[in-house]
C-alpha cells in the first residue's frame, strides 16, 4: 500500500466515523428520520442496496465464470482477489443498508426467524449472507489451491449470484405492466450486475497483457443492454406507456459508442477507459433510482381520478443520505482493511510460528 492508499483510507474512516452515527441513530431509535410516505415506501437506502447488492454479486459472477473457463490462469491471483475483497465489502455494505432501511438494523434477523421462504426479501438475505460468505472464503485464499474446491466455489457462487439477481427481478417487475416491458426488464436487471462486476474487472486489470478479455466482455454486454433498453422502450411505446430508464439508455449508448471506437477513434487513452467504467457505475446507481424510486412517481388512481393525487414529492432525508455515504464510506475501509490484514498482519502472524 503507497502514501495515497493510506491517505485514501483515513479519510474514509472519518467520513464513515461521521456519517455512521445516522446508523448507530437507526439501531437505538429506529427508523424515524426518513421522507418517506404511503406513496414512497422505497428510499435512498434502498437504492443503495440494490446498487451495492449488485456490484457485489455481479463481480463475484464474473470471477466465477473466470474460474470455470479457467481464465484466471492468465491473470494474477492477486487482482482476482482484490475483486473478491470489494466485493465482499460492498455485500457488507448493502445488508448495511437493508440493515438501516428495517428501523433497527438487527431486526434483519427475524428475516430468517420468520421462515418465509417464498417472500422475495427472505431470498435476497439469504443470497446475500451466502455470497458473503464465498467471497470471504475466495479473497483469503481458503482452500482455492485444490482445483477441484475452486470449481466447487465457482459453480455454487455463479448460482447463488443468478439467484440473487433473479430475485431483485421479482422486486422489481412486479410493479411493471406488459409482459413484454416485463421480459426486457428482467434482462436488464440480470445483465446490469454482471456488467458492474465487468466494469469493475476492467478497471483492475488495467495494466495487464490480457485486459481485453474483461473489456471485450464489458462491451459485449453494453450492447446486449442498449438493445434490451430499446425493446422496452418499443414496447412501452406500443402498449401506450410512458417509457423509463431514458437517462440510463443514454449514458449506455455513449458507453456503446466508447467501446466500439476504443483502440480505433480514441487510441486507447487510459484516464477515458476509466472514465467509462466508472461511467457504468454512474449508470447503474441511475437505472437503479427509476427502478427504486422512478416508478412510485406514477399516479396510483386510475384516470380521471388520478388528477386529484398530490402526495408529496419524495426527496432523502439526512439520516436516509447519511446512511449511504456511510456505506460508501465502510465499502472503502472494509476493502482496505481486509488488504492490511492479508499484507501486513497474516504474514507478521504465520511468521510468528515459523
Not at 474460474?67 to 455485500?91: D, G, K, M, N, P
Not at 472464503?137 to 440473487?164: D, H, K, Y
Not at 401506450?240 to 486507447?268: A, C, D, Y
Request: aromatic share 14%; charged share 10%.
Amino acid at each position: 500500500m503507497g502514501v495515497i492508499d493510506w491517505i485514501i483510507l483515513a479519510v474514509s474512516v472519518l467520513i464513515f466515523g461521521a456519517s455512521g452515527l445516522t446508523v448507530l441513530y437507526n439501531v437505538f431509535f429506529g427508523l424515524g428520520k426518513t421522507n418517506l410516505n404511503n406513496k414512497y415506501i422505497w428510499g435512498l437506502n434502498i437504492q443503495g442496496f440494490f446498487v451495492l447488492s449488485s456490484i457485489g454479486s455481479g463481480i463475484l459472477a464474473v470471477l466465477s465464470i473466470a474460474v470455470i473457463f479457467q481464465e484466471l490462469l492468465a491473470f494474477s491471483l492477486y487482482r482476482f482477489q482484490l475483486a473478491a475483497t470489494i466485493a465482499f465489502a460492498c455485500l457488507l455494505s448493502a445488508q448495511m443498508l437493508m440493515g438501516a432501511d428495517l428501523g433497527r438494523p438487527f431486526r434483519a434477523l427475524k428475516i430468517i426467524s420468520g421462515k418465509n421462504f417464498i417472500s422475495p426479501l427472505t431470498l435476497d438475505f439469504i443470497s446475500l449472507v451466502i455470497l458473503t460468505i464465498l467471497s470471504f472464503v475466495f479473497m483469503f485464499g481458503i482452500f482455492m489451491n485444490i482445483p477441484e474446491v475452486m470449481r466447487l466455489w465457482a459453480f455454487a457462487t455463479l448460482f447463488f449470484t443468478l439467484f440473487c439477481m433473479l430475485v431483485h427481478v421479482l422486486l422489481f417487475v412486479m410493479h411493471l405492466s406488459g409482459s413484454r416491458i416485463k421480459s426486457f426488464d428482467a434482462l436488464i436487471t440480470v445483465a446490469n450486475g454482471i456488467w458492474s462486476g465487468t466494469a469493475v474487472m476492467s478497471l483492475l486489470t488495467l495494466n495487464d497483457s490480457n485486459h481485453h478479455v474483461f473489456f471485450n466482455s464489458f462491451l459485449v454486454l453494453t450492447l446486449l443492454i442498449f438493445v434490451s433498453q430499446i425493446g422496452s422502450i418499443i414496447s412501452a411505446f406500443l402498449a401506450e406507456q410512458k417509457p423509463h430508464n431514458l437517462i440510463f439508455t443514454g449514458i449506455s449508448f455513449i458507453i456503446l459508442v466508447f467501446l466500439l471506437g476504443h483502440g480505433i477513434i480514441f487510441r486507447e487513452i487510459l484516464i477515458l477507459e476509466i472514465a467509462i467504467c466508472l461511467l457504468a457505475i454512474v449508470a447503474l446507481f441511475i437505472e437503479k433510482f427509476e427502478m427504486v424510486i422512478g416508478f412510485q412517481r406514477e399516479p396510483v388512481l386510475p384516470p380521471p381520478y388520478s388528477m386529484y393525487e398530490q402526495p408529496k414529492p419524495y426527496r432523502p432525508s439526512f439520516f436516509e443520505i447519511g446512511n449511504l455515504i456511510a456505506a460508501l464510506s465502510f465499502t472503502v475501509v472494509v476493502t482496505y482493511g481486509v488488504l492490511i490484514i492479508r499484507v501486513y498482519l497474516l504474514p507478521f502472524i504465520i511468521g510468528l510460528f515459523t
